[in-house]
């Protein structure tokens, strides 16, 4: 057990909709990450917050958009889904200047 | 741009010895090495710098060849429990250092059978 929580395990949609990724990183930890993992791309980096503040952004399609709360909880939005947006997602948190990451046991959409 | 690692599988009997390797076009900072067990979040290696350096723990050690922007993931007396896709990430020079904002290979498969 990584000590990072993502809920839900699966999510079942259907194109068009909007989901929201839950991610609860390990205690202390004041970076998270979310990753796109599919068949294809492999594990593609969505973005980085750190303590609430985005860092950065990789490839994150406009429809998709994140956030970090102060708890430090953070949610991944998904919206107008498409087929191709079924993958597994993957949030990981760190330590600052680790770099290691912890990732979650990922979030399986399924976009019908 | 993605690392690109080689082989994209390998099937290996226990006790036998197997390197993956990634390779960029970029410049890098630091590479990272992780391993995913089927249905499983990836599990941390370990991370090379720039620098040269060579790690290791127990029998599986990695290098970084900074100026070739290579890295290699060796496996000493392979055993079952290292069945998995390896991936590695690298971070480029460019990002600032220690930002961790990975790009990952595609992976290689690795099989050990008894």
Redesign the interface.
């Known amino acids: 057990d990584s000590g990072v929580t993502q809920t839900p395990k699966h999510l079942i949609t259907a194109t068009g909709q909007r989901v929201t990724l839950r991610c609860s990183p390990r205690s202390g930890d004041l970076s998270v990450y979310w990753y796109q993992q599919s068949l294809d791309q492999g594990l593609q980096f969505l973005i980085h917050y750190y303590n609430g503040e985005e860092r950065a952004k990789g490839n994150i399609l406009e429809r998709f958009s994140a956030q970090q709360f102060p708890d430090l909880h953070s949610e991944l939005n998904l919206s107008s889904l498409e087929l191709g947006d079924s993958a597994l997602y993957f949030c990981a948190s760190s330590v600052e200047g680790s770099g290691k990451l912890f990732f979650g046991s990922g979030t399986q959409l399924s976009v019908l | 741009q993605?690392p690109v690692q080689s082989p994209q599988a390998v099937i290996l009997r226990e006790g036998e010895d197997a390197v993956i390797n990634c390779s960029s076009s970029k410049a890098l900072y630091?590479v990272?090495w992780?391993r995913q067990k089927h249905g499983?979040?990836?599990?941390?290696l370990m991370?090379l710098l720039k620098g040269g350096e060579q790690k290791g723990h127990d029998k599986i050690s990695a290098s970084f060849n900074e100026k070739k922007q290579q890295s290699s993931l060796y496996l000493t007396a392979s055993q079952l429990s290292y069945s998995g896709t390896y991936?590695c990430?690298t971070e480029p020079s460019y990002?600032g250092a220690?930002?961790?904002?990975?790009?990952?290979?595609?992976?290689t498969k690795l099989s050990v059978i008894p």
Do not use: C, D, M, N
Request: net charge neutral.
């Open positions: 993605q630091s990272h992780y499983e979040a990836p599990i941390f991370i991936f990430g990002s220690g930002s961790y904002q990975l790009t990952f290979g595609k992976g």
